[in-house]
């Protein structure tokens, strides 16, 4: 079974500091991904990567930058947290479109809160 | 634009009752669709994937069709239990990217 981890489930941070939100899969998979999801919004993509070293901004990167220096790795950075970053965090991977139908695997989520 | 609608009330079904979610899209030309199941405070889980080619597709107690003329997809649980209760979402991926765009939901409550 494919285990995409993310290194918490809840974090508290204080408006201004830098945020770390960290992603590691196990299936050696090309593609992986941040989503923040809100209620009434749905999931949207913040950025995602396609091999080491390589990112794509989504529909959302302002206020984020990520790093992707390993394959199974990939962090998420909030440069300077801000209240309306408080959101739920999700990363995903997927192995290389097979004919695009790059299904997602989910990690459990990080819920985070800006003070 | 893009849109992807699901239906935001809660559906409420009995149990032993087939479920039916609605996914309907509209300036997508999809060559996939997805449909994943999403509980409280959890990453959505991947259940099945159906094809701009394909009318039906079966899985267990899961079906989903696709009407590409009506730009709409079916997700059906039939004898639905307590344990089916969470968030669906479809997602869609074609029109040139590899990306899915992802519905927001639809919860569904199965009462015992």
């Known amino acids: 079974d494919v285990k995409v981890t993310q290194s918490s489930r809840y974090l508290v941070k204080r408006t201004g500091e830098k945020v770390f939100l960290e992603c590691v899969q196990d299936?050696?998979?090309?593609?992986m991904f941040w989503y923040r999801q809100d209620p009434g919004l749905g999931l949207r993509l913040i950025y995602f990567?396609?091999?080491?070293?390589?990112?794509e901004k989504g529909d959302i990167p302002e206020g984020y930058s990520v790093s992707r220096e390993k394959k199974e790795r990939f962090s998420l950075i909030l440069e300077s947290a801000s209240t309306n970053q408080t959101s739920m965090y999700l990363c995903?991977?997927?192995?290389?479109?097979?004919?695009?139908?790059?299904?997602?695997?989910f990690g459990a989520g990080t819920r985070l809160s800006v003070l | 634009s893009q849109k992807i609608e699901q239906n935001s009330e809660a559906l409420n079904i009995q149990e032993g009752k087939t479920a039916t979610l609605t996914c309907n899209y509209t300036?997508?030309?999809?060559?996939?669709l997805q449909w994943y199941r999403q509980d409280p405070g959890r990453g959505p889980v991947f259940l099945l994937l159906?094809?701009?080619?394909?009318k039906e597709k079966r899985k267990e107690r899961l079906k989903v069709t696709f009407d590409t003329t009506l730009k709409q997809s079916l997700f059906h649980i039939t004898a639905s239990q307590p344990a089916d209760s969470a968030t669906y979402l479809c997602?869609?991926?074609?029109?040139?990217?590899?990306?899915?765009?992802f519905g927001r939901g639809t919860s569904l409550i199965v009462h015992p």
């Open positions: 299936m050696d998979h090309e593609n």
């Open positions: 990567s396609y091999d080491v070293k390589m990112k």
């Open positions: 300036n997508y030309s999809p060559a996939y």
């Open positions: 159906i094809r701009e080619n394909e």
């Open positions: 995903a991977s997927s192995p290389p479109p097979r004919g695009m139908e790059n299904i997602q695997y």
């Open positions: 997602a869609l991926v074609g029109g040139g990217s590899y990306i899915p765009t």
